[in-house]
């Protein structure tokens, strides 16, 4: 059928009309594929999205070149940088949200004139990838200390190779219009200058200095983590948790009383209140408040121990000890606790280790039986002999938080470790006053006040890790005969300059004293310290810094990062360059599954965007599952809840309606449970989009002149009303892109395509356009095409109620109204739309080559005045509610009847209603309306001192005796 069709049309060149009509009947054959639309229109995008950026850059190097000013296209730029994901595997749903709302940003503003550049980039996330290389190699039987540092590195730098292509791949495929030929990644050159640079002139400040202090260490990761790295568990009474690396439960939320006994047999002795034991063979004294009159009789006195039987004294402290909780006595373990080792300062009380850095009790424990046992087993041995020894007087459920490894899921332990620590008061103080001043917005607002509070309560952060992964510590440890001094610098040149220099020793490059010893750390940094200089180092800093690059228009992230990333981002850029890197900054919520739950591979409820976008079936997720690296345990569990949440997989559902879900669900204050039905509804969204543009294609030829590229000039109320309409969604929708509610534009999109233009303004249209299905009346046409005569035959038209001077207005409104409803769109869901543009106006795009075509670089629509029609409106509304009155009636509701046998509707008129609507503007712009939207025959009007007057739908038989 198609090739008879193909074989007529060969000889139609020279008729545009009868081409185009082909192309209709063509088009209409096929049903709604998103994925062909979707790769074929982000191919070409992404084409012309980099030749734009080429021809940018050379006109930015010729005008420098020149010596021309760049300030007019500065203050006309919108810069935007992709929050980099971490290089250890695909993106997921939270990515994808990201990606959504800031490429919808950038389409948004490059269709309002800005220049745009939208940087990519990718984290090298040290501990997170240095994890899953581990466990990589952990499957093949080998440790990482089994093949050094060096090599290991290098199978560091394989695994990003091969999942940063991953991670290109998913954002490409997702439409991302980012600038490519800027890829970023936080381990590159640039970054590595940038960092050196940093911490170099940071050290040179005082602002980083190498300090002994307690820590958070993960004794999963061996290695020191920072504050805001720990997960705390509120626990009210007792419960059993599951940790890494030990195969049986841990009981928390307990307190043990345990018995010290006064060294003189003369004195009572006291009871102390601990909820971890295990420390105690590390207790060296125990504290009471100096105005506790339980205690006095003890001060300056000795406690035995109950575990070793030495001697430790009590001592007084009213800043660290509180009456009130527990027994109000204290065991003291330095090594082990903060509060205890600032005792230990004040009292120079000796500091004794008896945990080791793998969580092990140490070989140097003075308790012998729980040395190198696991520090919850030595907790179970020190608890069975304080009862034998009867030592233990009591254990009750005691509310606690339990400070948890956010990377391994471990308990944290607190240790005294020598480590790098940056002083962050004074940034976070001018942080604030930006905050204050009102320079520096978040959206919501609410998040501001949360951003202060932690501002004001900060600590000295910890930025040295224990890993091979990572940017080294530019700092090296210079001894000469005996002395040690630390500095810092950017290459080990640098160093053996300065290393001579602190020791006022003459320096000859590559020439080192004989007694000089020169070693670098062996730390790295956190990965947090490099991500804080990510705007910095993406605009060049500190060497060829581009103006044009920094600062950034607007930062858009989740909110679970506002003190991980951006509160470091403002503090540090601005340390170092006196501006913000931003002025405004959006946080959208986390994306949890349909359940509330929070993503987790463990959960198996992890989803890749394009498992969404393409579709999977329940064997594919099975096998990704399979290759990950989850543990055993953790496997089995995700097994199980991916077989329950997707027994069938997960149905294709295109870039565009995951795009318009994501959206959708981007509402300010609000927490994001995405559930696959959502998405596979907002696909049935954009196949009825498709279904619009087939019938718009279907009045099209008809033999009503039609334009598409001006503004109409609407005489009839319906034309008038929906491009009131279309006004105000441009208003609408400009006002929540400049305000960042995402969520919103969404909302104004669907509530204008689907509730006005759809559902009233396209079945008005079927009471004033032809009848004739376009399908069948071009194809009828196509195929009876055997001679001139038959060439020029034309469809019969059924249009006997309206003028062809109303049809063609009407068709040229729908068109206009259409397209540029379709720009509105376009941000949000970019190919269905451009698709549908370039298939409802062909003649325009015939001569067009692809990229012209495209909606990215035109115009976006605005709120104009002359759009504007609020008497129509008026008049509308009060024409609908009779529309709803008329559609509740029940016999109009439950009639199944036949056509000539629909009931009529009867409409009078009594001249008292304050002329909110008359007979007249009724007759003349709403009688359509009713007839498209009610399941009536007719319409019955009277009143008004007229003759009632009886109007009847374009196939109704007006001779029907309907009632």
Not at 384 to 396: E, G, I, P, Y
Request: charged share 25%; with cysteine.
């Amino acid at each position: 059928f198609l090739l008879r069709i193909t074989k007529q049309c060969c000889c139609l060149r020279e008729q545009p009309i009868m081409r185009r009509s082909f192309v209709v009947a063509f088009r209409l054959l096929n049903r709604f594929r998103p994925t062909a639309i979707e790769t074929h229109w982000s191919h070409i995008e992404a084409v012309a999205v980099a030749k734009q950026h080429r021809v940018k850059d050379e006109e930015q190097q010729r005008l420098k070149a020149a010596g021309g000013s760049t300030q007019e296209k500065e203050n006309n730029r919108f810069t935007l940088l992709l929050p980099p994901p971490n290089v250890t595997g695909s993106l997921h749903l939270g990515h994808a949200l990201t990606l959504t709302l800031q490429d919808a940003l950038a389409r948004y503003n490059r269709m309002c004139g800005k220049d745009v550049t939208w940087l990519p980039g990718a984290d090298h996330a040290g501990i997170a990838t240095q994890t899953v290389v581990e466990r990589r190699l952990m499957k093949i039987g080998v440790q990482r200390n089994d093949i050094g540092r060096e090599a290991f590195v290098d199978e560091v730098w394989r695994w990003k190779e091969e999942k940063g292509d991953e991670i290109v791949k998913q954002m490409k495929r997702m439409g991302a219009t980012l600038h490519w030929d800027k890829m970023m990644f936080t381990m590159d050159e640039q970054f590595q200058r940038a960092t050196n640079t940093a911490f170099v002139r940071l050290f040179d400040e005082g602002v980083i200095s190498r300090d002994l202090r307690m820590i958070n260490w993960s004794t999963t990761l061996q290695s020191a983590i920072s504050d805001i790295e720990v997960d705390k568990i509120e626990v009210t009474k007792r419960r059993s948790i599951s940790i890494p690396q030990y195969s049986r439960h841990i009981t928390v939320g307990q307190m043990y009383y345990i018995q010290f006994n006064a060294a003189d047999p003369q004195l009572e002795g006291l009871v102390v209140a601990t909820t971890r034991p295990e420390t105690l063979p590390g207790d060296v004294a125990v504290a009471v408040h100096p105005n506790d009159d339980r205690y006095k009789h003890l001060h300056g006195k000795r406690l035995l121990h109950p575990l070793l039987g030495v001697e430790v004294p009590v001592v007084t402290d009213d800043e660290f000890v509180d009456m009130s909780v527990g027994t109000g006595a204290v065991k003291i373990t330095p090594a082990h606790d903060e509060n205890d080792y600032n005792i230990s300062l004040k009292h120079s009380l000796p500091i004794v280790e008896v945990i080791a850095s793998d969580g092990r009790m140490s070989s140097d424990c003075p308790y012998e039986p729980v040395r190198s046992l696991h520090r919850f087993a030595a907790r179970e041995e020190i608890i069975n002999q304080l009862k034998n020894t009867h030592a233990l007087v009591d254990v009750k459920d005691h509310a606690m938080t339990i400070p948890i490894c956010s990377r391994s899921g471990d308990v944290i332990e607190p240790r005294l470790s020598p480590q790098w620590f940056v002083d962050m008061k004074p940034m976070a103080k001018r942080a604030i006053d930006d905050y204050n001043n009102n320079t520096l917005s978040f959206f919501p607002s609410s998040y501001g006040d949360s951003f202060v509070r932690w501002l004001e309560n900060i600590r000295p952060w910890c930025i040295s890790r224990q890993l091979w992964w990572g940017h080294r510590v530019p700092a090296y440890k210079c001894s000469f005969r005996g002395d040690t001094k630390w500095i810092a610098a950017v290459d080990d040149v640098e160093a053996e300059e300065k290393g001579h220099s602190v020791f006022n020793l003459s320096f000859s490059e590559g020439v080192c004293h004989s007694d000089l010893e020169i070693a670098r750390d062996e730390d790295v940094l956190d990965t947090w310290f490099t991500s804080a200089l990510y705007p910095l180092a993406a605009a060049g800093w500190p060497d060829k810094f581009n103006p044009a690059l920094y600062p950034s228009s607007v930062l858009e992230t989740g909110h679970d990062i506002l003190f991980f990333w951006v509160a470091r981002m403002v503090m540090m850029c601005a340390h170092f360059t006196g501006t913000l890197p931003f002025s405004d900054v959006v946080l959208h919520a986390m994306v949890r599954d349909g359940k509330g739950r929070k993503m987790s591979k463990s959960l198996g409820n992890v989803i890749d965007p394009l498992d969404v976008v393409d579709g999977v079936s329940i064997d594919e997720l099975l096998e990704k599952l399979e290759n990950g690296n989850l543990p055993e345990k953790e496997l089995k569990t995700a097994t199980t809840n991916t077989l329950k949440e997707y027994p069938d997989g997960i149905p294709s559902c295109g870039v565009d309606a995951l795009r318009f879900s994501l959206m959708s669900y981007a509402v300010q204050g609000r927490n994001i449970n995405l559930s696959i039905e959502k998405v596979i509804a907002d696909k049935a969204f954009g196949n009825k989009l498709w279904n619009v543009c087939g019938y718009i294609q279907s009045k099209q030829g008809l033999g009503i002149a039609s334009s598409s590229s001006s503004r109409p000039t609407p005489t009839m109320g319906m034309n008038k009303w929906i491009i009131h309409k279309l006004n105000e969604c441009a208003k609408d929708v400009n006002k929540s892109f400049q305000g960042y509610h995402f969520g919103g534009v969404a909302q104004s999109l669907h509530s204008f395509w689907l509730n006005s233009f759809c559902d009233v303004y396209l079945e008005w249209t079927k009471e004033v356009l032809p009848r004739s299905t376009q399908l069948h009346t071009l194809t009828s046409s196509l195929l009876s095409l055997s001679s001139d005569e038959s060439a020029q035959s034309q469809p019969q038209t059924l249009c006997l109620d309206f003028t062809t001077e109303e049809q063609t207005e009407t068709l040229n409104t729908m068109l206009f109204v259409a397209q540029q409803g379709l720009c509105l769109l376009a941000p949000v869901t970019p190919h269905i739309a451009q698709e549908m543009h370039t298939l409802i106006d062909t003649e325009t795009h015939a001569e067009m080559s692809d990229e012209e075509k495209l909606l990215l670089f035109k115009e976006y629509p605005q709120y104009s005045d002359e759009n504007s029609y609020d008497s129509v409106c008026e008049s509308f509304d009060f024409a609908y509610e009779i529309v709803n009155v008329i559609r509740s009636c029940p016999f109009v509701q439950m009639y199944r009847g036949p056509q000539e046998l629909k009931p009529f509707v009867s409409i009078r008129f009594n001249g008292n209603n304050n002329n909110t609507l008359s007979r007249e503007t009724f007759e003349q712009n709403f009688i359509g309306l009713i007839l498209s939207l009610c399941n009536v025959g007719g319409v019955v009007v009277e009143g008004d001192e007229r003759d009632a007057l009886t109007y009847t739908s374009m196939t109704q038989n007006n001779s029907s005796n309907s009632s």
